[in-house]
T-cell receptor
Framework: KAGVTQTPRYLIKTRGQQVTLSCSPI?????VSWYQQTPGQGLQFLFE???????NKGNFPGRFSGRQFSNSRSEMNVSTLELGDSALYLC????????????FGEGSWLTVV | AQSVTQLDSQVPVFEEAPVELRCNYS??????LFWYVQYPNQGLQLLLK??????LVESINGFEAEFNKSQTSFHLRKPSVHISDTAEYFC?????????????FGKGTLLTVNP
């Protein structure tokens, strides 16, 4: 069974631009969450979606947004990119039931120059 | 809110030596506990998890972790490490009693196994 798939794997953007990252969850998983990983701050929760609704959001500015489609695929968008947005963005999916394992994709490496 | 402290940012060991990666957590509510491993240029893979029941949990590749409620710890151990165990290890918690879709991670411990 295919794992969590993220595209693109690597991208370089210029400060001020915007970026959209895509995530396809494991088949049957309806919960999709996003994390940002940086050397300084570590792994931080961005937001989580279930049935096209954002259920929880981390402590990030409004420039970070996301959405989920009816097939559970998800996208996240970062507008007005800043140098500090350079990070590995990880998508994760799981069944929506207590104690279920959260599976992570390989991530999208974003470099802002 | 929950927080996780991994006491060692780097742990160098020799091959076939035992290793312990330490993790302490803080939470006012019951939590689930996890260890994830990240190999270079890859995402996170679940190593093992504690939800309830026996406080000692094991993974298929020889790692084990013990939940200690009184000390709020969930240390990861392996009796004999291999070169291939070189990776970054993350301890994480989520609030129990609901869907565990939000993980709070520690800063990670880089395990380097030397020949």
């Amino acid at each position: 069974k295919a794992g969590v798939t993220q595209t693109p794997r690597y991208l370089i953007k210029t400060r001020g631009q915007q970026v959209t990252l895509s995530c396809s969850p494991i088949s049957g998983h309806r919960s999709v969450s996003w994390y940002q990983q940086t050397p300084g701050q570590g792994l931080q929760f961005l937001f989580e979606y279930f049935s096209e609704t954002q259920r929880n959001k981390g402590n990030f500015p409004g420039r970070f947004s996301g959405r989920q489609f009816s097939n559970s695929r998800s996208e996240m968008n970062v507008s007005t990119l800043e140098l500090g947005d350079s990070a590995l963005y990880l998508c994760a999916s799981s069944f929506d039931s207590e104690g279920n394992t959260i599976y992570f994709g390989e991530g999208s490496w974003l470099t802002v120059v | 809110a929950q927080s996780v402290t991994q006491l060692d940012s780097q742990v160098p060991v020799f091959e076939e030596a035992p290793v312990e990666l330490r993790c302490n957590y803080s939470s006012s509510v019951s939590v689930y506990l996890f260890w994830y491993v990240q190999y270079p240029n890859q995402g996170l893979q679940l190593l093992l998890k504690y939800l309830s029941g026996s406080t000692l949990v094991e993974s298929i590749n020889g790692f084990e972790a013990e939940f200690n409620k009184s000390q709020t710890s969930f240390h990861l151990r392996k009796p004999s490490v291999h070169i291939s165990d070189t990776a970054e290890y993350f301890c994480a918690v989520s609030v129990s009693g609901g869907s565990n879709y939000k993980l709070t991670f520690g800063k990670g411990t880089l395990l380097t196994v030397n020949p």
